[in-house]
């Protein structure tokens, strides 16, 4: 009997100790605030939290402010297995008490070339112009590089940049600057995912690598749960997007009177001003962006239009 199924027996207890391997060893991962390693990263846009999957568990975790931030700073992280399902305690020493003392950033001299990408994690991309050699971080005095610093997860980026001499936010891009150069900071739609952009710039390089139009356009999908009583100057309505909970907003009398109940519509919004909206908060979206057209739709669930602003 043991002979004739040994194969399968052997193949079985190979998979076994696959499973408790990986499982063991990207739990230790986020014990020791990294990323898994062999798992795979599920996140819906917009969502405030995300997946990962690994072969017989998955991780899951609820941002405290994005999907870019490390597993420490992250509200809740739990790990499922088949002999564990607990909440994780990631190990890691505040990054406030790590001896950061700077970045140092040394340019070619009449450099006329283009931005490169420096270096990229899944969701933030890097990005350098006229780098003369590397870019160096002085970090418990000693000097390192800002890739190994990243790749070790040594140090968060907000770190350096809350360093900055002065901090500028002007549509949706922040500019550090610091002694001899600049951080831009924007993001970006991938693939329906969201990332972030780091350009490091010579001193009052010219901002366009972020530049986006004065009046840009964009697109949300709404469920109109309710239409709440119509009044002369002011009129509510409860609007529902993929995943998220019923918000009560303010709309214009043209608007309101093309919505029905519990129809679909995709609302194009126009931004013609520099106030910086966090993307999920849907009654800002409201009140600083004009409405000015709806469409019906029957797209469901991620098929849906959700533009990033």
């Given amino acids: 009997m043991f002979k004739k199924h040994k194969k399968l027996i052997l193949f079985i207890i190979v998979l076994i100790i696959v499973f408790i391997s990986c499982s063991n060893y990207d739990y230790n991962r986020i014990k020791a605030d990294k ?3 062999f798992a795979i990263r599920v996140y819906k846009e917009y969502s405030p939290t995300e997946t990962w999957w690994g072969l017989g568990y998955k991780i899951e975790r ?6 870019t931030e490390t597993f420490s700073h992250s509200k809740k992280v739990k790990f499922y297995s088949l002999f564990i399902n607990r909440d994780v305690t990631v190990e890691k020493e505040d990054v406030n008490e790590v001896a950061y003392s700077g970045m140092k950033v040394q340019f070619k001299d009449s450099c ?4 490169s ?3 990229n994690t899944d969701d933030t991309y890097y990005y350098g112009k006229c780098i003369d050699r590397d870019i160096y971080v002085v970090l418990n ?5 800002l890739k190994q610093v990243i790749k070790d997860q040594e140090l968060s980026i ?4 809350v360093n900055a001499n002065k901090i500028l936010e002007n549509n949706n891009i922040i500019t550090y600057s610091f002694d001899n150069f600049d951080i831009l900071r924007c993001n970006s ?3 329906k995912e969201i990332v972030t952009n780091m350009y490091i710039l010579p001193k009052d390089s010219e901002d366009t690598f972020c530049k986006k139009s004065d009046n840009i356009k964009f697109t949300r999908t709404f469920k109109i749960v309710d239409k709440l009583e119509k009044s002369d100057d002011k009129n509510h309505i409860i609007v529902e997007s993929f995943e998220d909970i019923p918000h009560t907003v303010e709309i214009s009398n043209e ?3 093309e919505l029905e109940k519990d129809k679909t519509y995709e609302f194009i919004f126009s931004k013609n001003n520099d106030k910086i909206i966090d993307n999920k908060n849907v009654e800002e979206i409201f009140n600083y962006y004009d409405v000015i057209e709806v469409k019906e739709t029957d797209k469901e669930g991620e098929n849906q239009i959700n533009e990033y602003i």
């Fill in 141 to 145: 005095n000693k000097t390192t590089t």
């Fill in 255 to 257: 608007i309101y009177d």
């Fill in 117 to 119: 990408l420096y270096y």
């Fill in 158 to 161: 907000d770190t350096i940049l």
């Fill in 35 to 37: 990323k898994p390693l």
């Fill in 189 to 191: 739609e991938e693939e």
């Fill in 112 to 115: 006329t070339d283009d931005v």
């Fill in 62 to 67: 609820e941002f405290r402010e994005d999907p």
